[in-house]
């Protein structure tokens, strides 16, 4: 299938990050480098089908996955060492998610006995009750949204709460800056490889650390949705190891200090080595974000798409469409995501989620050319299809706009 549903791949060094899970997501997987067993977390945007309706497969599909793995002989060992006991999936989203997976794997009698689920809802949101024209109902009835069902619970799947913070937006993950006492005091540690590594190394896989966020997005008055940023902690450097041994230090630890901006004592004790003398190359993070469908992006998820690497951005509608039909549908441009690509610094806009009533190779280029006008050249502009691998290198992109 050329253009399946929307889902987002983020692969992240021996873990896999899904964004939205279309349905038929799980078929499209099998035609792609993507082990089931390396998606580590999904995230939601909103409840719509088109975004979720193949979630509950390709959980299942994680789980037997995993199960094939540590009943492998040969796999096994490497398979508890990487994932522990028992493997975990995280799965991020609106209220109303936890609910909706355990009532289609009871209402399915799917059997769920190895793969361990946590399910965090997003809590606190402006639209976490649910369509309006379902609250007059809320006084008489459970909302399906907030409630909890324990006839459906299952064992396996937890269900936990994510407040947002004063700023209305939702901490997923945020890994504390790495220095010298938080390294000696466990942060870093030896890898499977016999590297001692700290939480910002790319080669870490499982163990790495990354700055994940959520805010809010309008889409629909009733519908809660979300839209997400990952950016990486500031990568370690790449060290001059000769000058660093004419300086006092021998390999060691104290190298990857070094590479991450700290400074060093001398083997001897006698003097004190800076990173800016030894080291030859440093890095930027690079920034990923996720916008599914809206109308309008609120301040707070402004803010966290700044300078991002890749942005992908919901291509629904055209301008020729009008205000009043975006505010109806809820869904934005490409125009719009041009613009929103320039005026935030973003390197790369790659267009997704397409009307369905338009395919084809025609329609993808007047999609980008209309993104392009909005854009005016401040960056890459590319419409999505499946099976589309875009490297984002290690610093990042380091071109400036779209004739680069």
Known sequence: MHRNGSCTALRLGGQTYLFDVSEGTMRQLQFTKI??????????SHLHGDHLFGLVP??????????????????????????????????????????YICMVLSLSCSKFNYLEVNVIELVGGREERGPVASRSRQKTHRNVFLSH????????????????????????????????????????????????????????????????????????????????????????????????????IQPSKKYGLLKCGISVATDDGTGEVHPDEVLIESFRPRKFAFLADH????????????????LVHEATLSKEDGLDKIKMRGHSTPY?????????????????HFASTSAGREHAHGRVSEAREGNQNASQIIASYDFMEVWIPRGGFDFVGANA
């Open 149 to 248: 069902y324990p006839e459906v619970g299952i064992p396996m799947i937890s269900r936990k709460y994510l407040q947002q913070n004063k700023d209305n937006v939702w901490i997923i993950d945020e890994p504390k800056p790495i220095t010298a006492e938080s390294a000696e005091s466990g942060a870093a540690f030896t890898h499977a490889d016999g590297f001692h590594r700290l939480p910002n190394d790319v080669n870490l896989g499982m163990g790495r650390r990354l700055h994940i966020k959520a805010a809010e997005l309008d889409h629909l008055r009733g519908v809660q949705t979300f839209g997400y940023t990952v950016e990486e902690q500031p990568p370690p450097g790449n060290i001059d190891v000769e000058k660093a041994k004419a300086m006092g």
């Open 295 to 310: 109308r309008r992006i609120p301040t707070q998820m402004v803010q966290l798409c700044r300078n991002a690497d890749m």
């Open 58 to 99: 390709t959980v299942l599909d994680i789980m037997v996955a995993h199960k094939s793995l540590s009943a492998n002989p040969q796999k096994k060992a490497k398979h508890k060492r990487v994932h522990g006991e028992k493997a975990t999936l995280e799965i991020y989203g609106p209220p109303g998610l936890y609910n």
């Open 336 to 352: 719009r995501a041009g613009q929103f690509g320039k005026e935030l610094g973003c390197k790369v806009v790659a267009l997704n």
């Open 35 to 44: 082990l089931p067993s390396s998606i580590t977390k999904i995230f939601i």
